[in-house]
């Protein structure tokens, strides 16, 4: 190949390689900005998809599960204050 017709192929590569990762990348990003609950939640599915087993309480609270366990480090704070003092 001629240095001109080389060069020529390598830039409309790059370019090319450039064009078609931006616009998917973009609309993801946009998503998870918009939407950052959506990562979460996927992510959440896709384990228990894959490491689910039945009636063993995977990513429970207590184990082994305790249905009367109440979950209080969620609370707005005046829970875990009572509990230091």
Do not use: W
């Amino acid at each position: 190949m001629q240095p001109t017709i080389q060069r020529t192929f390598y830039l409309f590569f790059i370019l090319s390689f450039i064009h078609c990762g931006s616009p998917r990348e973009k609309k993801v990003s946009e998503t998870v900005h918009q939407q950052p609950g959506v990562v979460a939640d996927s992510i959440l599915d896709r384990i228990l998809e894959l490491y689910a087993v039945p009636h063993h309480g995977l990513l429970t609270e207590t184990y082994p599960v305790n249905p009367n366990h109440q979950v209080d480090y969620l609370a707005d704070g005046s829970a875990q204050k009572q509990k230091q003092e």
